[in-house]
């Protein structure tokens, strides 16, 4: 089956540390998201990237980077930065060209950090 | 800029009552929008969709028709069911800058009771 996996599902960082989370796509997108997901509010762009090598920010990049070396793969660093790192994650991705480019989600990544 | 403003929850129903969540937009050019429900725990996964003025999406039950005139996409059932607990996201997206900017509200949390 099509779809979008992100690893792990929970997550657990000691302050001061980096850390990864992992999203694949075998949805043959084009274009990749990571948001960010606070208790009661909406979803927030993080970083976003249309083609392999090339991505952008997003409304919150502060104290985050991605890398886009592959098509399938848009992985997320959370690194010691990001002041308030707890918080929901979700990747997305979508077919670049197509007049709506419907976003797809994943099932998202919690990090807690101790 | 581009905004959606959902109903506050949470909205509490019992089994086959009527639903409807209230969902308005602010955007410029001409948006898509989107449906989109997440179960606790779980990602975002899309539930209908409408791309110009007058159209109506559907899926399992759901409604919403994309009024331009009152800038709005009102979510509709006319029979829930415990299963449909969950929060519901209304979004718009629209072509920025090269690539499809989505823009999330904040979510309505529905709890139906048997």
């Known amino acids: 089956d099509g779809g979008i996996t992100q690893s792990p599902k929970y997550l657990f960082r000691k302050e001061g540390q980096n850390v990864t989370l992992s999203c694949e796509q075998n949805?043959?997108?084009?274009?990749m998201y990571w948001y960010r997901q606070d208790p009661g509010q909406g979803l927030r762009l993080i970083y976003y990237?249309?083609?392999?090598?090339?991505?952008q920010k997003g409304d919150i990049a502060e104290g985050y980077s991605v890398s886009r070396e592959k098509k399938e793969s848009f992985p997320l660093t959370v690194t010691s930065a990001q002041k308030n790192p707890t918080a929901f994650y979700l990747c997305?991705?979508?077919?670049?060209?197509?007049?709506?480019?419907?976003?797809?989600f994943g099932p998202g990544t919690r990090l807690t950090v101790l | 800029g581009d905004s959606v403003t959902q109903m506050e929850g949470p909205v509490t129903l019992s089994e086959e009552a009527f639903l409807t969540i209230n969902c308005t937009y602010t955007?410029?050019?001409?948006?898509?929008l989107f449906w989109y429900v997440q179960y606790p725990g779980e990602g975002l996964q899309l539930l209908l969709k409408?791309?110009?003025?007058?159209d109506k999406g559907s899926n399992k039950g759901f409604e919403a028709t994309y009024r331009k005139e009152t800038t709005s996409f009102h979510l509709e059932k006319g029979s829930v069911q415990v299963s449909d607990s969950a929060v519901y996201f209304c979004?718009?997206?629209?072509?920025?800058?090269?690539?499809?900017?989505?823009?999330f509200g904040t979510g309505t949390k529905l709890q139906v009771i048997p």
């Open positions: 997305a991705s979508s077919q670049r060209g197509q007049s709506t480019d419907t976003q797809y």
């Open positions: 949805l043959n997108h084009d274009a």
């Open positions: 990237s249309q083609i392999v090598n090339d991505f």
């Open positions: 955007a410029t050019g001409y948006p898509s």
């Open positions: 409408a791309t110009k003025a007058d």
């Open positions: 979004a718009l997206s629209v072509r920025s800058g090269g690539y499809q900017k989505v823009t």
